[in-house]
């Protein structure tokens, strides 16, 4: 099976049914992106699939076979990607860092999307679980993005 | 006066006796002069351990914690709960002491050892079908395959009078159509032989099948269009195994029914509430003949399209109400796109034949959302398929989202994608909540509505 992930062409072995994140982390030794929950419901295993947030821990591999995958390790090469790190930075939004990964990819997904995003869809887009509490942080790094005016 | 008196006694005496005949008399079984227990040969025991996982014995007759087969099981019922009892072959508290006929009436008529009568929580009006070979080796193997375990029965918690047995007498003849399956004239032989597993030892009809007053099965085959056509049982709809198009097998192939009882998915859906259990101990088990052969059977059953409804086709513009922007004006959306999203898709369709499509799907387009409350409060159970459990669970969301989000988010499904299942109030989900409360005492399992 052929994966593209960070604009990179990979040739994986795993089953179809294999969750992506097993792939990334196991297979092709990428572990940036972090398993939490496996369920779905904690988000610290998001990578971008064409661009749109995916939970990786619940998706086939099959299913992504030929899209275009996102991981951290590439977001600053993409521009809003970028912006959301030096967001990060400037808030030092990350405690422990386990689901920043995650809450980074989160937010760079919903600003690709709309660039001015409601309160509604930051509530529904950053779902990710935090351990350590950053949401203050994360919010106001949020807020900031959405706010910035060269933003389209 | 005196006189009527005189008549009236001995005519009732005489039906007297006759009930309590009647009521305790021990029914007839072919193996009645039977030989005495030999031991059998590798093959018959195989043949009855396989007739064990069509039946699908080991769902009721044991429990996470007990031996295979030992009992124990809870499965309340409207009068009180009663309790699977232990078939392993202890002489004491099994069925060591049965003989072959003491089998045969306890499986194919419902009548225990000592001529006591058992609640159709046993499916022996579906079992009554099995072939004298079929019980034959069922016997062999649990006498001689499964292994002896001590555990005495639990006597059930229905209060007297109501736990009397005798008066279920009357209900299996009136129920029961007692009687080995008979090839049906005019079909094939795979056609015979899916019918065969499905109305016998596959008893599909004890949950697919909608229940009458006296809790019997309306239909018992396919002479009626009630057979299989969906019911509700244990706080699950069982969809219809017909061909409907919304709520039953209408859109599934034989090749499609055939990879679900045999991998517990295919690309309309994925086993969960009580066919998990089916899944994991029984389907997966069963031969590929006879898999196809169930999967031939069932789609010579027509759908009841007046009953089903319009016929669903997807509808692409709800996804609309989850774009970004427009999350606050649709209630339910937000919800999706945060809890429901990441598994069944943006545009509710799944993932392949792995996560299950919420669009067109049985639960979402049956006028009863018993099931689409369920499994979203209680998440499904693991699927383990050839000894590996799947990496994809519905997980339960009893604790993260009220019952008002949860009905929210159901009518936003429910009604979307051209799913016309309908609404769904927060008072439905609560009443839900309450009774499958894992907390709570009183198990649902056989209570039904």
């Keep these: 099976m052929k994966l593209q992930i960070n604009n990179k062409a990979y040739d994986v072995e795993a089953d179809g049914d294999t969750p992506l994140l097993w792939v990334i982390r196991d297979e092709l030794g990428m572990t940036g992106t972090k398993y939490g929950c496996g369920l779905a419901q904690c988000g610290a295993c998001s990578v971008l699939v ?81 351990r350590c509490g950053t949401y203050n942080a994360i919010s106001a790094a949020v807020r900031d993005l959405a706010e910035e005016e060269g933003a389209q | 006066m005196r006189k009527l008196l005189f008549i009236l006694l001995p005519v009732i005496a005489i039906a007297g006796a006759g009930v309590a005949w009647f009521v305790t008399r021990m029914p007839a079984s072919p193996f009645d002069d039977a030989a005495p227990d030999e031991t059998p040969s590798a093959e018959v025991l195989a043949h009855g351990e396989y007739v064990a996982r069509l039946a699908d014995c080991v769902a009721c007759h044991s429990t996470p914690e007990s031996a ?100 279920i007498a009357f209900w299996s003849a009136a129920f029961s159509q007692s009687g080995v399956y008979e090839e049906k004239a005019g079909q094939d032989e795979l056609w015979n032989r899916g019918a065969y597993i499905v109305q016998g030892p596959g008893h599909c009809g004890s949950c697919h099948t909608p229940r009458g007053l006296a809790i019997q099965e309306k239909a018992l085959d396919e002479g009626s269009n009630l057979y299989l056509s969906g019911a509700v049982l244990d706080g699950w709809f069982a969809p219809s195994l017909r061909g409907d198009h919304n709520i039953g097998l209408g859109r599934w192939s034989e090749e499609e029914i055939f990879e679900f009882l045999k991998t517990g998915r295919n690309e309309h859906a994925v086993v969960f509430g009580s066919m998990a259990d089916a899944f994991n101990n029984s389907t997966q088990f069963m031969t590929d003949e006879d898999l196809k052969a169930i999967a031939h059977y069932l789609k010579s059953l027509p759908g009841n399209p007046e009953k089903d409804g319009a016929p669903w086709a997807y ?79 519905m997980p339960p969301f009893r604790n993260q989202l009220s019952d008002q989000e949860i009905a929210d988010v159901l009518s936003f499904i429910r009604t979307g994608w051209g799913n016309s299942g309908g609404a769904v109030s927060a008072d439905d989900v609560k009443k839900l909540r309450d009774r499958t409360d894992p907390a709570r005492s009183e198990v649902i399992v056989l209570q039904m509505r």
């Design chain 2, 68 to 167: 295979p087969f030992a009992g124990g099981l809870e499965m309340a019922t409207p009068l009180g709960s009663i309790y699977a009892t232990n078939i392993t072959p202890d002489p004491e508290t099994g069925i060591g002491g049965y003989s072959l006929a003491d089998f045969d009436r306890a499986v194919r008529k419902g009548v225990g050892r000592d001529g006591h009568r058992f609640y159709p929580a046993m499916p022996y009006p579906s079992y009554a079908k099995l072939t004298d070979d079929d019980v034959r080796a069922l016997y062999a193997y649990f006498m001689h395959g499964v292994e002896p375990a001590r555990a005495e029965n639990r006597k059930s918690d229905i209060p007297w009078p109501l736990n009397l047995r005798w008066p």
């Design chain 1, 50 to 130: 064409d661009g749109m947030v995916m939970r990786s821990c619940v998706t086939p591999v099959e299913s992504v076979a030929g899209r275009s995958i996102t991981t951290i390790e590439a977001i600053e090469e993409d521009e809003v990607g970028k912006r959301v790190v030096e967001a990060w930075v400037k808030h030092q939004v990350p405690q422990c860092g386990y689901c920043q990964s995650g809450q980074v990819i989160a937010a760079t997904a919903l600003l690709k999307q709309t660039a001015h995003p409601t309160d509604e869809d930051v509530m529904a887009a950053m779902a990710n679980l935090c």
């Design chain 2, 315 to 393: 509808d692409p513009s709800s996804n609309e109400a989850l774009a970004f922007g427009k999350l606050g004006e649709t209630p339910g959306a937000q919800t999706y796109v945060a809890k429901c999203g990441f598994c069944h898709g943006a545009d509710g369709r799944g993932q392949g034949r792995w996560i299950p499509s919420l669009a067109g799907s049985a639960s979402s387009l049956a006028p009863d959302s018993v099931s689409s409350i369920n499994v979203t409060l209680n998440g499904s159970a693991r699927i383990v398929a050839d000894g590996v459990p799947d990496s994809y669970r």
